[in-house]
């Protein structure tokens, strides 16, 4: 008799068991899936329109393993494919929730004159082959503007790459 009902009990919970351990690596892997995608691609989260520039923020980008200041103080012209970039109000992968601003609205052309106060070396590290990865950012004042500052990455400005950090 506990024969019976020991093998009884077991055909009864093992599958029950089994069953709930497999709906729960289900929905792990698909839980997962979906943050590792998250991760991959930036999210918009939300949109402002404002006179002076057309701003988004993003959140979820990727984050830099570190970043290093270096003083500037030098004045450029911007780069003839600067609108091919972005302009941010931090240096991307420093913190969660980055705005990012475009050019449309900010009556600039290839001839304005830049200031550039700052330099950031920021490191990223490839998921790929598992190197580093350097960027260089700018924090920049437009000609026109004097008080609104941002960072940019150096295709913006007009420079030589005499001295872009190499590992």
Known sequence: MKKA?????????????????????????????????????????????????TSTTITHAKRAVKVRYEKANFTTTLDREYREEYLYQNVPGTVDSNKVYSWDNLNVSENTKVHVNQ?????????????????????????????????????????????????
């Not at 068991?17 to 729960?24: A, K, P, T, V």
């Not at 929905?27 to 939300?46: G, H, I, L, M, W």
């Not at 990865?133 to 503007?145: A, K, M, S, V």
Request: glycine share 6%; with cysteine; proline share 1%.
């Open 119 to 167: 330099k950031a070396i920021a490191t990223f590290k490839d998921d790929d082959d598992n190197e580093y990865d350097h960027e260089d950012f700018y924090r920049i004042t437009l000609g026109n503007q004097s008080g609104k500052q941002y960072w940019v990455g150096d295709d913006v400005l007009q420079n030589d790459h005499e001295n872009d950090y190499n590992d």
């Open 5 to 53: 009902l020991t093998t009884g009990l077991l055909l009864f919970i093992l599958p029950l068991g089994l069953f709930g351990c497999s709906n729960q690596s289900n929905n792990s892997s698909s839980e997962s899936s979906s943050s590792t995608k998250t991760e991959q691609s930036s999210s918009t989260t939300s949109s402002t329109t404002n006179s002076a520039s």
